[in-house]
């Protein structure tokens, strides 16, 4: 008798921010993807399955997202937020993991170079290996790589472009976050 594995369902969500369409989804063990809002509602969905493995059987739930929703909301509103949400980082190599680890000790407000991330992993010389972890990470705002840049402060360095990351900090400045749960365990 041949043993079938359960098919895992991703829930996911879109809503509107003062920014512009967010999506989220979510396996069992927690947020796997986030994807930073969009002009359109479609591209959001199309952002979130390129993140969920092939043929990912998705369900819409908007009630089951409500608390972080709205969490992200306050966020771009400029408002204090805790991000105290499950996380479900079963993807990227331990380097990577150890990279989001790592930019998770980034204090709120303050910013780090690649190079200093990557003397607090122990490869002192992979600023350009982790920029590119950071370039995938799958939960930005949570692990906060917008806090992260080049060692000469430039406007390279962000999958969304420098005004994303200069808006992220410019939030940051205004609201209170406190994402200090996050912490990237080893599977």
């Given amino acids: ?87 479900d980082i079963n993807r990227g190599n331990v380097f990577e993991r150890k990279v989001w680890d790592a930019t998770c000790s980034v204090p709120h407000g303050e910013i780090r170079t690649y190079k200093w991330v990557a003397q607090e992993i122990g490869y002192p010389e992979a600023a350009r290996p982790v920029a590119s972890a950071l370039r995938y990470n799958p939960l930005p705002i949570i692990i906060p790589c917008h806090r992260v840049v080049t060692s000469e402060y430039s406007r390279e360095g962000y999958s969304r472009g420098f005004e994303w990351k200069r808006k992220l900090l410019e939030i940051e400045r205004r609201g209170r976050v406190l994402s200090d749960f996050c912490t990237i365990k080893e599977t």
Avoid: C
């Fill in 1 to 87: 008798m041949e043993i079938q594995e359960k098919e895992e369902i991703y829930r996911y969500v879109y809503f509107n921010t003062t920014l512009g369409w967010m999506g989220i989804a979510s396996s069992d063990q927690g947020i796997r993807a986030i994807v930073l809002p969009q002009k359109e509602r479609k591209m959001v969905t199309r952002e979130l399955r390129k993140q969920l493995p092939p043929n990912a059987n998705m369900l819409f739930d908007f009630y089951y997202f409500s608390e972080i929703s709205e969490a992200f909301k306050h966020y771009f509103r400029k408002r204090s937020v805790i991000f105290d949400f499950p996380l």
